[in-house]
């Protein structure tokens, strides 16, 4: 466990990123960042303009009002000791290996033809790199239909690969072809006797990165509404999964995990700097609860959440609510779609990581004296 899991928190020394680009089809319609005109930002996020000048005074006021300001925080901090809020302590945010890159949201349309679907993935995939997405990711269950009936059918040997995994093998070839990295949605995996909703992470050389299997089964009744009990037949993961990429540290999360702010409080404590979650909220929950719980994960962690959810298809067992959305540090949505098939090109930009923890200093101001958060993983490998 320590081993595995001082491999997954490292920091690598990575190449430099290659671009390559294909041909653009007519698959899908593409959004440049955001589809709808956004509003001017609001006031307190406008740089605030030095004044023109100061009275000897006031100079000496301020100076004063700094070092009392600073004795103040010194004294806050150590009563409230923020560094015993993280068990163990939270990490330093590592530099990523880019600034600024362009991430793809590939919102599909899901049918019940596994073929199909693998080949309209592998060139949703290929439209996005030709558009300049060095991160791709694509939404839950997308090589088949969501549903307890559909998960044996569609299941896959992931650790056994080639042709007993032809969703995976073809995430492999094309993250190598294209030399980009990939966050492969989530796809039904076998594992011995057992079924496993689960996600992969491939590199830019094709590799197996990372593979994470849903830990929060979606198991819900809202009666007259929807009901589904994803446990009937799969069965829980049980580790939280964080990987350094060409395009940073990444957490991932499935649908339902995004509910759970511990999670990603843990991911933001590893020292993530984007969590994605692949997901497919739908038409009851979907409208109240999806753009809602990234933009919290998103603003309580002060990092980047990108959600990757299948197309809305009407006529389906369970009807996805779409949305696929990119947002910022600071909540904000940066670019989002409607339900129907789109891929989606938005930039992320880490400098403003830093800015937003600068702007809000929660790292330093969360009261270790009343509570913790334990990473049992971390802890348990120390």
């Known amino acids: 466990m320590k081993a595995a899991l001082s491999t997954l928190i490292s920091t690598k020394n990575l190449p430099p990123h290659h671009c390559a680009s294909s041909s653009s089809s007519s698959l899908s319609r593409s959004i440049w960042l955001h589809?709808?005109?956004?509003?001017?930002?609001?006031?307190?996020?406008?740089?605030?303009?030095?004044?023109?000048?100061?009275?000897?005074?006031?100079i000496g006021l301020s100076r004063s009002s700094k070092i009392h300001t600073a004795n103040f925080s010194s004294t806050m901090a150590s009563a409230?000791?923020?560094?015993?809020?993280r068990v163990p302590p939270a990490l330093p945010l590592p530099t990523p290996p880019v600034t600024k890159f362009k991430i793809g949201l590939c919102q599909l349309a899901v049918t019940a033809d596994k073929e199909r679907n693998i080949a309209h993935a592998r060139k949703a995939i290929e439209d996005a790199a030709a558009k300049g997405a060095q991160l791709v990711l694509l939404p839950e269950i997308w090589n088949g239909p969501y549903s307890n009936d559909s998960f044996p059918v569609y299941a896959e040997d992931i650790d056994a690969g080639g042709d007993v995994s032809p969703s995976?093998?073809?995430l492999s070839e094309v993250s190598q072809r294209l030399k980009i990295t990939i966050v492969g949605g989530s796809i039904a995996e076998r594992s011995g006797d057992r079924l496993y909703n689960t996600s992969c992470v491939f590199g830019t050389d094709g590799k197996l990165l990372a593979k994470h299997r849903k830990i929060h089964l979606f198991d819900i009744d809202i009666p007259g509404k929807i009901t589904f009990i994803e446990s009937k037949t799969l069965t829980a993961g049980q580790t939280p999964t964080v990987v350094d990429t060409e395009v940073g540290r990444i957490g991932i999360g499935i649908c339902y995990d995004i509910r759970f702010q511990e999670l990603a409080m843990i991911y933001g404590a590893r020292g993530a700097h984007l969590i994605c979650y692949p997901g497919a909220f739908n038409m009851t929950t979907g409208p109240l609860h999806w753009e809602?719980?990234?933009?919290?994960?998103?603003?309580?962690?002060?990092l980047y959440v990108a959600t990757c959810s299948p197309a809305r298809d009407a006529g389906a067992g369970y009807v996805a609510w779409g949305h696929s959305t990119l947002v910022g540090p600071f909540g904000e949505v940066l670019a989002t779609t409607e339900h129907e098939e789109a891929i989606i090109i938005a930039e992320v930009d880490y400098s403003l990581l830093e800015l937003r923890r600068t702007n809000l200093p929660l790292l330093k101001q969360r009261r270790g004296d009343l509570?913790?958060?334990?990473?049992?993983?971390?802890?348990?490998?120390?």
């Open 371 to 382: 509570y913790q958060l334990v990473d049992v993983q971390r802890l348990n490998s120390q």
């Open 292 to 302: 809602l719980l990234q933009r919290a994960r998103a603003v309580d962690n002060q």
């Open 168 to 170: 995976t093998a073809m």
């Open 35 to 58: 589809p709808k005109p956004l509003s001017p930002p609001p006031s307190f996020l406008a740089p605030i303009a030095p004044a023109k000048s100061l009275s000897s005074s006031s």
């Open 80 to 85: 409230y000791k923020p560094e015993a809020a």
